[in-house]
């Protein structure tokens, strides 16, 4: 094992021997070059007075070396904030940024410890380092029936976990807390579980209310108590969207510091809170009572960023801290958040006025972008190829009764149009 892999290996051990334990065998081999050319090229930085012929960029007239068909198009900005590679770690400006915006929306926060939070590349990619980092073949990795099927992907195929599903709504039609609980608990032989929490629920645009926040909780802590050493991810893509009387915080902040068999990391980004999809700026974010341990999972992280992607994005980072600290940032968001709960009210009262009753239920949803139909007597794959056939509109297939509906990108005005069209997919189906 490199030495300085080891010597990350020793702090989290000495630290907290918990939070080593959840580490995978590339988590744990996994380190970042203090001699290579990203280091030399940070020391010739600050040294190479005369000439400095270290880092791969080129320049030209003492800046960043561009073509001006390109530079045109982004005269607002210089080049040397977009042109050269971004460090690892993410911009410094944007981490220290986020991290107070973090703190702001997230109350909870205040004098937890908590590290800077690391860019990468949008949140899948903040997802794959959670599990370079902490699955191995075998380990558990626990999340609702109804979910993102990227999990599968970055968790499933490519670490070898074992996906575990519980219900995501109980009989009551909220959060199944005591179904978290038994799947964390079923873990006790394995003494490790992964688990990934996503409200806004994709697909449903589920988020919990503060008394389900608190079982959820209890029962991660319920957990811990029992020797389990639990990785809890809040997979916060579509934060802030929160339309009703849910939790308005991240699970994140009540994690944070909980217990030592608990290690918190929350996966979040600019993607879909400032409606930059195509930007592809998130974030990784851990927590922690060491500084020490803070420190090396960092070390660790960019490590993995480094021998993946190298760095993210740099004009992408600009972009979205120029727009952070831009004074009419919280006015604009708040514009487009009344967009959207607009559609979500209008979706609901749709839902709510009983004439598609024959049709479909429809799944609890407060936040996010989405919402889940549960069809009654037609499959859901043969309503959604009919609609897309016969009327030219898509719709999301999941599974044999769930079709999931994006009314983040309808106008309220055309909503009315598109659930009649739905309704009357199902009466064509079923004459």
């Known amino acids: ?11 989290i051990q000495r630290e907290n021997a918990n939070v080593y334990a959840m580490l995978s065998q590339l988590g744990k081999d996994i380190y970042f070059p203090k001699e290579g050319i990203l280091s030399q090229s940070a020391e010739a930085a600050s040294k190479a007075k005369k000439y400095n012929a270290t880092i791969g960029i080129a320049t030209e007239g003492n ?7 390109i530079q045109d198009t982004l005269s607002a900005y210089q080049p040397k904030d977009l042109y050269p590679y971004a460090p690892p770690a993410g911009k410094p400006e944007l981490r220290a940024a ?6 702001q929306e997230n109350p909870a926060l205040e004098n937890k410890s908590f590290g800077n939070p690391i860019v990468t590349n949008a949140l899948t990619h903040g997802l794959s380092v959670v599990a370079d980092l902490f699955a191995e073949t075998g380990d558990a990795v626990i999340f609702p029936d109804k979910n993102w099927e990227n999990y599968e992907l970055t968790f499933g195929i490519r670490r070898g976990a074992q996906i575990v599903n519980f219900p995501l709504y109980n009989e009551r039609n909220r959060f199944n807390s ?10 006790k032989d394995k003494g490790k579980a992964i688990l990934v929490l996503n409200f806004p629920n994709n697909p449903t645009g589920y988020t919990p209310g503060p008394q389900e926040g608190d079982e959820i909780v209890a029962a991660i802590l319920d957990a811990a108590e029992a020797g389990i050493k639990v990785v809890a991810v809040t997979d916060d893509a579509y934060f802030g969207l929160f339309f009703e009387d849910s939790l ?14 608990i290690l918190p990391v929350k996966v979040d980004g600019a993607t879909k809170e400032e409606y930059v999809w195509g930007f592809r700026v998130g974030f990784i974010t851990f927590a922690a009572e060491s500084e020490a341990i803070l420190s090396a999972l960092e070390q660790k992280t960019i490590g993995i960023i480094r021998a993946t992607v190298s760095s993210c994005s740099h004009p992408s980072q600009t972009f979205v ?3 952070l600290n831009a ?9 487009k958040f009344e967009i959207m709960k607009g559609r979500a009210n209008r979706v609901k009262s749709l839902l709510d006025s009983g004439k598609y009753d024959e049709a479909w239920d429809y799944y609890p949803f407060n936040s996010g972008y989405f919402m889940c139909l549960k069809l009654k007597t037609i499959d859901a794959e043969t309503l959604r190829t009919h609609l897309l056939d016969r009327y030219g509109i898509g719709t999301i297939a999941l599974g044999e009764t769930d079709l999931r509906v994006a009314f983040s990108c309808i106008e309220e005005e055309y909503l009315d149009e598109l659930f009649d069209t739905i309704y009357q997919g199902v009466r064509d189906l079923t004459k």
Do not use: Y
């Open 1 to 11: 094992m490199n030495p300085l892999a080891q010597q990350l290996n020793d702090t």
């Open 63 to 69: 800046a960043p070396m561009h073509l001006k068909v």
């Open 98 to 103: 986020w991290r107070k915006k973090m703190i």
């Open 178 to 187: 005591e179904g978290l609980r038994q799947a964390l608990l079923a873990q």
């Open 248 to 261: 308005h915080q991240s699970l994140f902040g009540k994690l944070a510091g909980l217990h030592p068999n």
């Open 321 to 323: 801290l120029q727009a």
């Open 327 to 335: 004074p009419e940032f919280e006015e604009q968001k708040r514009e």
